[in-house]
């Protein structure tokens, strides 16, 4: 008889019903690692909700319904409001519940930076435009402490683990969110470029901002943080949405940019005029002021590529796991196993990296984790996010022509995989501030030293990549050209030397057979003979 065309047969379930935290094997060993199992046990239920039906689908409706740009009200007021739909807020109001903005500084428990990192990875593979928000807000409060008065008004109202959208007095709200407005058209990175101008007022701190600001995300946040050239040059403003009256401040935006990437995040245009401001540390040290925050942006950066990875890895594995041809499962066909384990080795080593520098702001104290992490930031934001487009494409691939189809979620994976690399500097931007890290502080390279040293001995490949970095430092005469392998080179063996510690030993040799040795082929999927596949495969494949 024959089959009946309206059914559909040999295609792989939806992956819904999973824990998107228990069911990572390297995030739990990582959590363990640098938190404990309590911390692991308390992220339960949030990586329960992400792997959930109702979260995918409001992840995919919330990137169907872009948002809109309201200018004027029916009346011909200015208004300059988004509108977003109700799945994006449904997103917000459980990140934000979860205490993935900035819940972890005010917090008394012990490892928050860790525990909100792995939240953040864990509920980032639901939908990642809606982490823009909760990314810099977290961000803000290190750059608030330039002023204690400052601080101490703001920090409460984003840390705040309630979710409480739309524009009214700041002290009215139960809950708060930052933003920021570095780059303007003439400069992008180099925001000493800048031409928006701050005017004292006649009120100490108190400045009025003139300009153009080319990306703002999340334009309906409560809060922004702004450089700006004031009298004594470039300096950092915090700047209200709405003024402590109920009036609203003159941030117009003149559009929203039509980008690449997922389509539910807002980025847009500001034109401030007679912009109300006040002054955060000093003027003329706005970037110094507004370092911090670039510090934790760029680790959001490096969990929000890992997530990527992870999701698209995770899709990539319960689709061979589920589907044949050729006369049996793609999960058990020994090509199809090399390049569902080489995904699993590049997602392994990118979530134990940024587990790892959350640790460091855990323990900001310790003169090593400090030091560790200015090199290291840089270091994991140019190599993770370079990586995360590669590894996407490959697992997209896996799906054939399903993964090419926006139903199945892995179109928006590939659209948004090369922000990170582009969003607070560019690769070449993270390159040469690792050479500024080097040359200018040289307890940086000394805990890089130290860091990789604690797995020397354990892998000669390891050795061998840590012996190349070393004398590639010893001659400076090229090394700004060559920044880029530099960086790339100092990445890996930090990610090799922490899977030689800690991860299975599949993983450690696989990745360092191929990411450090010599028989890597160029693309995924071309892991050495002898490399137990299988082990690797089962070790990353999500269950129910």
Known sequence: ?????????????????????????????????????????????????????????????????????????????????????????????????????????????????????????????????????????????PALRADDSIAKEWTPRLAATVYDPGLRPPASKAGALAGMGMTEKQGGSDVRANVTTATPTAVDGEYTLAGHKWFTSAPMNDVFLLLAQAPQGLTCFLVPRVLADGSRNQLDVVRLKDKLGNRSNASSELELRSTWAQRLGDEGRGVRTIIEMVAATRLDCVLGSASLMRRALAEASWHVAHRSAFGGLLADKPLMQNVVADLAVESEAATALAIRLAAAVDRADDPHEAALRRIALPLAKYWVCKRTPMMVAEALECLGGNGYVEESGMPLLFRESPLNSIWEGSGNVNALDVLRALTRSPEALAAWIEEVGRARGEDHRLDRAIDRVLETLADTSALEAGARRLAGSMAACLQGALLVRFAPAAVADAFCATRLGTEYGGTLGTLPQGTDLAAIVERTTPTL
């Not at 094997?25 to 990582?30: E, I, K, T």
């Not at 046990?41 to 995919?60: I, K, M, P, Q």
């Open 1 to 141: 008889m024959a089959a009946d065309i309206r059914d559909a047969t040999n295609q792989a379930p939806p992956l819904v019903g999973h824990n998107t935290v228990t069911s990572d094997h390297a995030l739990v060993d990582a959590v363990t690692r640098h938190a404990s199992s309590a911390t692991v046990e308390d992220l339960v239920a949030l990586g329960a909700g992400a792997g959930s039906a109702e979260a995918r689908e409001h992840g995919l409706l919330a990137n169907q319904n872009e948002p809109v740009l309201t200018s004027y009200d029916r009346f011909g007021n200015r208004i300059d409001e988004v509108r977003f739909h109700p799945s994006w807020h449904w997103l917000m109001e459980r990140a934000v519940g979860h205490g993935l903005q900035a819940a972890p500084w005010t917090s008394e428990e012990p490892h928050p930076h860790v525990r909100r990192a792995a939240g953040f990875f864990a509920w980032s593979q639901t939908e990642p435009g809606h982490g823009c928000p909760i990314s810099m807000t977290y961000a803000a409060v």
